[in-house]
């Protein structure tokens, strides 16, 4: 059983916005540290924000000021707001464990931005 389940994507325009959610199924979901990976066609999947181990967030150059990770520890969900979507956003998104994330992961979610 895959521990996480994305969702949220869709088609937007450059400029425009989108919130994933991923939804845990794992025990002591709270304390673990959580992130959102992508993958591009043709490309490595990259860790691009996650929660630090004092709970502060960090992200990708590409995303930064862009894309707000949080969490909601009762509902055993991250989400991800990504704001000011260009083309370059265009990718699958993942969420998993940081920095050494299940095995299995989930069926990601598919953002596509076109210009």
């Known amino acids: 059983q895959v521990p996480l389940v994305e969702s949220g994507g869709g088609s937007v325009q450059a400029g425009g916005s989108l919130r994933l959610s991923c939804v845990a199924s794992?025990?002591?979901?709270?304390?673990?540290?959580m992130g959102w990976y992508r993958q591009a066609p043709g490309k490595q999947r990259e860790l691009v924000a996650h929660?630090?181990?004092?709970?502060?967030?960090n992200y990708a150059d590409s995303v930064k000021g862009r894309f707000t990770i949080s969490r909601d520890n009762v509902k055993s969900t991250v989400y991800l707001q990504m704001n000011s979507l260009t083309p370059e956003d265009t990718a699958v998104y993942y969420c998993?464990?940081?920095?050494?994330?299940?095995?299995?992961w989930g069926q990601g979610t598919q953002v596509t931005v076109s210009s």
């Open positions: 998993n464990k940081v920095p050494v994330p299940f095995r299995s």
């Open positions: 794992f025990s002591f979901f709270g304390f673990n540290t």
């Open positions: 929660f630090t181990g004092n709970r502060s967030t």
